[in-house]
Every structure is written in structure tokens, then in C-alpha cells.
């Protein structure tokens, strides 16, 4: 078992979820209770990563974060940050690209809410935020939780994107999706296998705490 | 002068046509009533401050809600608001959905408060479940008591019998009226129902397509509507065309297609030949009695053949083609007993009065 591998996937995958979690439920929120000029094409943006391979993706953030020009220039000379091949670059990749994975199971949740329960929870006289605090997010959380589930596996599991954006530098860049492959490249099988495992029962255990969780979520208040 | 009780001035052509004149006083149960469509929850949402009409003029116990300048937001209003569907928080208890609503206070009053609440709502000893367990008539009792915990300036009923059966309807309709003896604000029902409307309010304001028709205690409404539209939203049967002859002291005289008919003294209306509508209630028409003469029956009587016949809840309903103008029906309700006693039926000939005083003039 590859543990600094291992311990990166799992870092990358909280620090995608902590960042996903705030952005989540404002994006979920907001896409779920407003009608604006520009909806559609916000959410077809925020959906687009679930439809382009991981190649796409990682092909234009490798352009637009190259340090010789353009934002990466301007990244690099105003706050030193180097986003290719580096753990920062991974991490926003990955949130990038875990957009969708967060923000629809939090939009549908949000959706689920009657705008009745919204409405009268102003009238019992409460402020927007304490309505979001007291009644959207007990609510919601369910979906909210598997949205944050969803996007932990989905990184954890993620290869194109991560070998494309951050390459394959072990400790710093080297996931464990990664290290997989390339110890099946120096055909050490039996390595390769225990992290596979350890893959498949991860991703099979979250999935089944998101279903749990929903089938609770309609048994409580249905 | 200080203003108590609520009124409310809305207008604007888009995107819901709305031309509202309102004012309910304390103690006051004003029903909002209409066909589906003509703005009553529109209405009441914009006295709540969940919606804000283009133009308007919201002010409750000297307080401005709504004017051209500011618009308070919903929380801000002191408004208790029961939904159509009650609305009550799912993941809350009975007792906690009652305590949200309540000020910032300490436990110990937050707990005697909510528990006098729904002492007077007579839901004590269901505090602890939750809304999936209520039945419909609880889920309403715990919306009012919601409503009520925000000391409110005005209580909003939005079509709060619409999801009951007839039974609980019944009960929550005499839980209402002993409610509202106990609380000094004004309560605004919508409700499309007009047997509702009439049974609950002090008065009603009849809506059609945002605008408020006619305003009056629920007899005004009935018995003497403005116009012809509000006398068939009003469910009035016996709308007809008639022409003014003769003003005489204390009567007013139309002709009827030919016949002669003696109304109560209208003296707007002019003798100038021009065809005006009238109309009667049908609780203003006296059927005449087989065996013995009926008192009334010399004032406007006519004959005729009952050309529908139907029995609903104890009442019998009936349409007569009046004789002296065949193609005019004329509606006549009377109890299942009286009807059987006069052996109506279909096709059999009956004589009645049409009440002078129940006769009223209106405009097109």
C-alpha cells in the first residue's frame, strides 16, 4: 500500500469537500429558489465537467494556468502561485471538476423544500439567514450530505484530470488513482490490487451511505 | 387621527392585474372571496409582505407595511399567516413549530406560552409529534396557533378549509367563530367558497380579475349587488331584463316582458324606457300554498310549470318557466318537507310570489 499516495487522495479530497461545502449550498440555493437572466447558462457551466472527459478539462487549465502568459502569468507574478504540477493546482482542478458532483444533489434538496415552508418561516418572523440555519439546511441536509459524499469518492477516484493538471510526482502530485497505474505500468500487481480494494470498497461504502441517507430523508418527513 | 385595523390600497396592470381597496377594523372577519383566479392569495400575500405590487398602500395600527418608499419585508411584519396546506416545518414537533414563531424569550415562558397556545387550539398533549402524524383538522389547529404565537396585527387565513373533510370542516368552522371572539385583530379569510364567505364573515370583498367589485356585509352581497357580474359571481339565479314604467311613492314599477311587477321604491333609476336588470334571491320568492291561501300571495303573482326538479341536503331546488313569459326560468329553493307537502314535481303547475321588497335593480 502506497501511503503517502493514499494520505494525498484523502487530503485532496477533504480540502475539494470543505471548499465545495459553502459553495455548494449557495450555488444549490440560489439555482433552486431564483429565477435570473443567465441561469441556464450558469448551470449547463456547472454541469459541463459531468459531460467533458477529464482530458478536456485538464487540457484548458493547463493553458489558462500556464506561468508564461496570460492568467497563470498573472497568478505567478502577483501572488507566486503556481498551479501546474503543483498540489494547489490539483486541489482547484478538483473542485473544478467536482462542481456538479456538489452543487446538483444540494440544488435538488433545496429544490425539494415547498417555497411554502420558506414563506411561512418569514412570517413566524424570521431572517433570511436563520431561515437558511433553522429550516433550509435541516432540510436539505440529506442531499447536502450526499452532495459532499459524492464529490469525496468522485475525487478520490479521479484520474485523468489529476495525472493531466498535476502530473505524476510522488508526495507531492501522486494520488492514489495514480499510483495504481503506475504500479500496474511496473507490473506490480499485488500493490495494485490492495489499492484497487481499497478503492472499490471506499466508493461502494459512500454510494451506499448516500442511498441510506436519502431512503431516511423520505421516511422522516413523508 | 390614528388609524386601528388595516388597510390596504394595491394597483398595478402586470404581470397580475390588481385594483384593491381594503380595511378591516379589529374584532372584523373580512372574507376575500372570487373564482379561482381573481387575486385573493396574490392579495394576501402582498398584506403579509411575500409579494410587492407594483403601486400600493399597506398600513396596520399606524404602521406603514408598504408605500411608494419602503416595503417591509415579510419578517419584519407582524403578520400570523395560515397556508392552504399549512405549511408546518416537517422536522419540527408540534411544539417546536409553535415555539419558532414565538419573540426571543426565556425557556420557561417560551414553554407556558406554547402550551396556553395549544390549550386554546385543543391540541394539549400532542406537542411532541410531529406533522406527519397530525390529521388535517390537527395540522390546521397547529397553523392557527403558529399564526397566533407572533402576536399578530392582522391574521391571514388562506383557504384554511380547503384540505379538511366536511365533518372537520364543520368543527373548524365553530372553533373559527369562538377564536375570533377572544381576539381583538382583524382577520382576512380567502376562501372561494361563498356559503363559507357568508357563514364566517362580517363582510365580504368580491373579487373578479384583481379588482375588488363590491365590498358589503354578506346580505348586501346577496340581496343587493351592485351590478349584474357580481350578482352571478354572488351565485344569483334570477337575474332578468326588465324596463322601469313608473316611480310611484313607495314603490318602484318594471315591466317584465308584459308582466307588471311591484318592486321595493328604487328611485335612481329613471323611467326612460332603457332596459335595466333586477333580480331576486330565490329566498325572496313565496310559493303559494294549495289548500289555503299564503300570506303575500297578492304581491307579484305569477304561475308556472316546474321544468327541473332536484333534492340536495334537505332543500329542494326547483326551476319554474313562468307562464306569462315561457322562455324566463326562474329558481325557487324550498325545505324537502314543503315540497313534499305541496306535491311538487317535475312538470306539475305551481303559483308563487315574487316579494317586492326582494326585488332589486342593477346595473349592467
Not at chain 1, 80 to 102: E, K, Q, T, Y
Not at chain 1, 127 to 152: H, S
Not at chain 1, 193 to 201: G, H, N, Q, R
Request: charged share 20%.
Amino acid at each position: 500500500m502506497d501511503w503517502p499516495a493514499f494520505n494525498l487522495s484523502i487530503k485532496l479530497s477533504l480540502l475539494t469537500v470543505l471548499i465545495l461545502l459553502p459553495v455548494g449550498i449557495l450555488a444549490g440555493r440560489l439555482l433552486a429558489n431564483r429565477h435570473f437572466p443567465g441561469r441556464f447558462l450558469l448551470q449547463s457551466v456547472i454541469t459541463l465537467p459531468l459531460v467533458l472527459p477529464p482530458t478536456v478539462l485538464g487540457y484548458y487549465l493547463l493553458v489558462s494556468f500556464n506561468p508564461d502568459h496570460g492568467l497563470g502569468k498573472w497568478l505567478a507574478d502577483s501572488f507566486d502561485l503556481h498551479l501546474i504540477f503543483s498540489f494547489d493546482g490539483l486541489v482547484l482542478a478538483s473542485v473544478i471538476f467536482n462542481l456538479p458532483f456538489a452543487i446538483q444533489p444540494m440544488q435538488r434538496a433545496f429544490s425539494d423544500i415547498p417555497a411554502e415552508i420558506r414563506e411561512a418561516a418569514q412570517c413566524c418572523g424570521l431572517n433570511p439567514w436563520r431561515v437558511l440555519w433553522k429550516i433550509e439546511l435541516p432540510l436539505a441536509w440529506p442531499g447536502i450530505l450526499m452532495g459532499l459524499v459524492m464529490t469525496f469518492a468522485h475525487t478520490l477516484g479521479e484520474f485523468g484530470l489529476v495525472l493531466m493538471v498535476g502530473g505524476n510526482i510522488p508526495g507531492e502530485t501522486q494520488t492514489l488513482a495514480i499510483a495504481i497505474y503506475e504500479k500496474m505500468q511496473l507490473f506490480d500487481q499485488p500493490a495494485a490490487s490492495v489499492m484497487a480494494l481499497t478503492l472499490l470498497i471506499f466508493s461502494l461504502l459512500t454510494l451506499s451511505l448516500s442511498f441510506w441517507l436519502s431512503a431516511c430523508r423520505e421516511k422522516r418527513y413523508v | 387621527m390614528s388609524k386601528v385595523g388595516i388597510s390596504v390600497l394595491l394597483s398595478q396592470q402586470r404581470p397580475i392585474p390588481l385594483q384593491v381597496k381594503l380595511d378591516c377594523k379589529p374584532g372584523e372577519l373580512l372574507a376575500l372571496t372570487g373564482p379561482s383566479g381573481s387575486g385573493k392569495t396574490t392579495i394576501l400575500r402582498a398584506i403579509a409582505g411575500l409579494y410587492q405590487a407594483r403601486r400600493g398602500h399597506v398600513e396596520c395600527n399606524d404602521e406603514i407595511w408598504q408605500d411608494g418608499k419602503r416595503f417591509l419585508a415579510a419578517h419584519r411584519r407582524h403578520v400570523g399567516l395560515v397556508f392552504q396546506q399549512y405549511a408546518l416545518f416537517p422536522h419540527l414537533t408540534v411544539f417546536e413549530n409553535i415555539r419558532l414563531a414565538l419573540p426571543k424569550q426565556s425557556k420557561s415562558k417560551s414553554y407556558r406560552e406554547v402550551m396556553t397556545l395549544l390549550a386554546q387550539v385543543h391540541l394539549t398533549g400532542l406537542e411532541k409529534r410531529y406533522p406527519k402524524q397530525l390529521s388535517g383538522g390537527q395540522k390546521q389547529r397547529v397553523a392557527v396557533a403558529r399564526a397566533l404565537a407572533r402576536k399578530p396585527a392582522v391574521l391571514l387565513l388562506d383557504e384554511p378549509f380547503s384540505a379538511v373533510d366536511q365533518v372537520t370542516r364543520r368543527k373548524l368552522y365553530r372553533e373559527l367563530l369562538l377564536l375570533r371572539q377572544s381576539l381583538a385583530i382583524p382577520i382576512i379569510l380567502v376562501t372561494h367558497d361563498l356559503e363559507e364567505s357568508a357563514l364566517l364573515a362580517d363582510n365580504i370583498a368580491l373579487l373578479h380579475k384583481g379588482e375588488v367589485l363590491q365590498t358589503g356585509t354578506p346580505e348586501t352581497l346577496l340581496k343587493r349587488p351592485q351590478t349584474v357580474t357580481i350578482a352571478r359571481l354572488m351565485d344569483q339565479q334570477n337575474v332578468f331584463e326588465a324596463r322601469v314604467i313608473e316611480q310611484a311613492p313607495n314603490q318602484t314599477i318594471l315591466n317584465w316582458h308584459g308582466i307588471v311587477l311591484h318592486a321595493q321604491a328604487q328611485p335612481d333609476w329613471p323611467v326612460d324606457g332603457n332596459v335595466v336588470h333586477w333580480m331576486v334571491p330565490a329566498s325572496g320568492i313565496l310559493l303559494h300554498r294549495r289548500d289555503r291561501p299564503s300570506r303575500g300571495e297578492k304581491e307579484n303573482p305569477l304561475s308556472g310549470r316546474i321544468v327541473e326538479y332536484f333534492e340536495t341536503n334537505g332543500q329542494v331546488h326547483i326551476y319554474v318557466s313562468v307562464d306569462q313569459a315561457p322562455l324566463c326560468k326562474l329558481n325557487i329553493n324550498v325545505p324537502l318537507h314543503v315540497a313534499q307537502r305541496n306535491r311538487l314535481s317535475l312538470g306539475e303547475t305551481i303559483s308563487f310570489s315574487i316579494l317586492a321588497q326582494h326585488i332589486h335593480l342593477m346595473k349592467s
